[in-house]
């Protein structure tokens, strides 16, 4: 028998997390979203979100993310957990985002789905909304995709708020999104407060067509920080959906899938889960049979140099994502 490499080998169910992002609000940018939900009231999708939680659960995922701008997807977390009971002794880790608002007023129609404003005022109004929606402190709290633009980085008033919540004990840091995230990445961790960082964590996009932050997050999980994997399928393009929605899965991809009889997002996830600085790593899944598919990630076995052909350059492949419809 053929002994793989350990960056290759199958992943433990500990590493896949749950994020919230197209459960808790009925329009996203996901392909195919729309199809996902075929009745978005308000109760209807809270029994969505609570039969994907249901079935992460089961298969033994213990991470769930979120954020304020996730329409209701706190509050959906937070009744689901009081709901079954589930608590931090049974190794739940549970991580939010602030500074994005929630402004689509639940249409996929909406003009604006969500405004951006990385400030200390966002960061005191959303924090006690997260607490009431959580019914507590979350492990992870992170400033929601910080770019060097927004000045986030340099912003003291955050940067003193944030230490506070470190030092109560809530592990706080950063979401990257752009195509300058690793620029992103290593700026955060040159932050000091008091000549302390107070960021030690990470949640970044990294996926077969977009792996150009992967040296940063080398270096933040050097440093100590906790590394979590963000759109691995790409918002649906590298799932049975294809790259542009029509089932165009890239041939290398649509391979190892056949090869290993699992689904194209399968692989996809496997090949994040296979890098050695990925503490955890994401599904996005919205319905229990995405799921299901997804966890098919952890008997998979794949080196992702296999697929580096996929890679695009990060402008192309973030000018691509900017353009997708939300549905």
Known sequence: MTTLPSSVRPADVSRLGLGLAALGRPGYINLGHAADLPDTSLDAMREQAWAVLDAAWNAGVRTYDAARSYGLAEEFLGSWLRARGHRAGDGVRIGSKWGYTYVAG??????????????????????PETLAALDGSPDFYLIHSATLETGVLEDMAVLERLAALAHSGVRVGLSTSGPRQADTLRRALEVRVDGVNPLSVVQATWNALEPSAGSALAEAHS?????????????????TRGLTGQGDVPPALAAIAREQDVTPDAVALAAALAQPWADVVLSGATTTGQLADNLGALRVTVDPAELTALAQLPDAYWTHRSGLAWN
């Open 223 to 239: 440093a100590g920080w906790t590394v979590v994997v963000k759109e691995a399928v790409a918002n649906g393009r590298l799932t």
């Open 106 to 127: 639940w249409r996929t129609d909406a003009a604006t789905h969500e405004v951006k404003s990385l400030d200390a005022v966002t960061l005191e109004r959303q924090w």
